[in-house]
């Protein structure tokens, strides 16, 4: 088989994309998925899509971390407020707000993390069908205390993580357009 572009040099790689054959000065200039190369036929195609693909975790990662943001700042400006407040318990009121609303910001994840197998699903969903779901009841809100609690740890956790997460695929999509350009 011989380079597509270059049919008088022997291919030495086919394009990852449509198999078509690519010489070495080809695969050299060429982009490359899952370090493999793409033709310059598919290239566009792909990073167009990829483009679209970062703009996408870009957008989840933006609304994840306005609202843990949102609720985190919630949670500290009220704890201020109930410390500049004062009187009796104004120390554990503070306390109380950053727990409520860190918890609430990191609940989603917290809760994510602790799910049950398939299995234990099929248990809970068997005992609910059978009219003894007060035990899975009180799992529940136990799974949901947990949750609460380690929502409150991770939720600073989490801000970071989406931080992250839209600053690298803010990054990913100008490597992109520039190769598109």
Known sequence: MNCLRHASNPAVAACSHCGVGMCADCVNAAATR??????????????????????????????CLVLTGLLMGLGIVTAGAALVKGGGGAVSNAV????????????????????GSESDRAVDRALLSSGNGGGVL?????????????????????AYRFYRSFSNSGREIAECQRLLA
């Open 34 to 63: 899952d370090a493999k190369p793409v033709c310059s036929g598919c290239a566009p195609a792909l990073i167009k899509e990829s483009i679209m693909e970062h703009s996408r975790v870009r957008i989840k990662s933006a609304v």
């Open 96 to 115: 109380f707000n950053i727990v409520i609303c860190f918890g609430i910001a990191g609940l989603p994840n917290a809760w994510a993390g602790m799910r």
């Open 138 to 158: 009180i799992g529940l809100i136990i799974k949901l205390c947990f949750g609460f609690i380690f929502g409150t740890i991770i939720a600073p956790f989490n």
